[in-house]
């Protein structure tokens, strides 16, 4: 949900249509048995605001009739610290992404949060 690329099928072949770290994580979740056609039934996208590299996350916004959704994809302390996480499982999950990160690998935290009915501003959508 926090990824804005599209898994197209074409020649019997799946690929990946998009932001080569969006379409990775699209394709992971497809194999893990997780498909965007089936996330994002019955919701509706509202907003995006694009990854940006000082704010160091992107986010999607989706409504339904379960409500509004926030979904954020980013480097993971900025994720964490918006958290509502306890200091000690933020600590925890910090601790593995430095440890994937000096081993080489690309870390992302991912993050859902259900949004009141205010208005959809910037503000809003920061916290």
Do not use: C, N
């Not at 979904?71 to 994720?79: D, H, I, L, Q």
């Amino acid at each position: 949900m926090a990824s804005t690329a599209r898994l197209l099928a074409a020649e019997g072949r799946l690929r990946a249509v998009g932001d080569p770290v969006d379409a990775a994580i699209v394709l992971a979740a497809h194999e893990s048995g997780l498909t965007g056609d089936g996330l994002v039934e019955g919701q509706r996208p509202l907003r995006e605001l694009p990854f940006d590299p000082v704010r160091k996350r992107m986010a999607l916004v989706y409504g339904g009739d379960d409500g509004r959704h926030l979904y954020v994809k980013g480097a993971p302390e900025v994720v964490l610290e918006r958290s509502t996480l306890s200091a000690d499982e933020s600590a925890a999950i910090e601790t593995v992404a430095v440890e994937w990160a000096s081993s080489g690998l690309k870390v992302l935290a991912v993050a859902e949060r259900r949004l009141p009915e205010t208005p959809l501003d910037d503000e809003a959508l920061e916290h």
